[in-house]
């Protein structure tokens, strides 16, 4: 007998969400085919991980072909700023080494299923090459240069994948379908149930620079391989600095729209004009070599109303995207994939693909993405809040819990409980001592949406 | 209740704004109505330090919505801000 579907899954999108669940799938014995529109490598930002990845590698068992591709360990995380602002209501100036100054290591909490100190900084058309090639390896059929331009749910236990390769189009008949797709939010945006978020209207521009010195711009030189993040004295504007070979780092500007938009959306005068207001940030960059040309990435934040449905779940990126400030993609998309593939193995063993099979799914995404929309939200808000916690004992390894990406199979922090209450005091008082220090950006609530 | 009295309050305050803010530095004496927010010795971070070292030291955990300016102007303020936080009745008159 010959069954009415060609795979029990199909997955849109080859990245790391779509490979890790592909890998997870095909580990289980479930037919899975994984439609790339892209061929393999390409170019892609979010390249600086968090070590949340880690239990996932493990999972998959990825883990040793990771470290055996030598990207540069991520050991922490570093800020620096030369704020002067003047704080408060009163005009006296801050010294530029005590405010937004900090440094975390990971080592310094441990975390469950964590076997090392580090995550990884990747040049994503390597890494995503690397994770896509293991799920094939495990079993997976892996479809290059096909993209999928809708779903037909007109049976919705019988989804039909619309595909294209070149001139051919191929309806694929599977059981249900996980879109993997990334930031086109390929099945998002044919339900319509994706929102923009109103509050991160963040823009970012970025390139790789060959031969900056990275120890130049440490707080401590020994840190230079960290991510570091350098405020800008400029209003919600931020530069990420992430190593991806000994000589080669990914420098990127994240600002708000408008601000791109005052640059008449000339991004080499936007990114020279705004690294140039941090003088020793811009010189060393000169000074190296910039090796691409400058991308933006647009359009950045949005929800989706709902990302489970009969026969569908949305994964990674396509179900989610906030801000990139703590370099959260990638352990999204991984966890995400990790938490939908036990659900959807669970699922094929009862036969049953409705959207309730995915209750679990979607509540634990949406309680991890929650903590994560909050801590994002507070940062922004008020910033000194984030750089005064990291230096209390009270709320340190609270801190770097949430850094780590640990924020899916445990409760709300203390400490992001903690900075909730503080915000709303200084919101609320004008004398205050940080009242001052709010940011633009303010997020009314956690409009996690689905 | 580690709070004894307020006389040991403001002496503890002034060894942490001295040694721990001012790094040591005596060349301006500290007394319990220097103006601390005005002649900028207690920036931003700092006063979160100082909230941290309160709460380490006398047990006191100091709301959110008390960190504001009349309650941190001087080491008078803050002594009492401690004080009454921790319902001690050892709290002087002024």
Redesign the interface.
Known sequence: MTADFDYDVGVIGGGPAGSTLAAYLARAGISTAVFESETFPREHVGESLVPAVIPVMRDIEIIETIEKAGFPRKYGAGWTSADRRPIANLDFSVDSHTLGHAEISYEEREQPGVDRVYAWHVDRGRFDQILLDHARGLGAEVFSGTRVNRVDFTDPARPVLQTKTGDRRDPVRVRMVADASGRQTMLGSQLRVKVPDPVFNQYAVHTWFDGLDRRALATNPRDADFIFVHYLPLVDTWVWQIPITETITSIGVVSQKQRIRAAKDDLSTFFWDSVGSRPELAKALRDAEQLRPLKAEGDYSYAMRQITGDGMVLIGDAARFVDPIFSSGVSVAMNSARLAAKDIIAAHALGDFRRERFDNYADTLRRGTRIWYDFISMYYRLNVLFTSFIHDPAYRIDIIRMLQGDVYDAEEPEALKAMKEYVAAVEADPTHLWHGHLGNLRAESAAALF | MLVESRDSVVKELTRYIQDELLSGDRSAELTTETPL????I????????LV?FI??RFGVRI???D????N?RDIGCIADLVASLSGSEATNDR
């Open positions: 927010l005005r002649w900028g207690l920036n931003s971070i700092d006063t979160a330090r941290g709460r380490e709301p959110p919505a960190i504001v300016e009349k941190f």
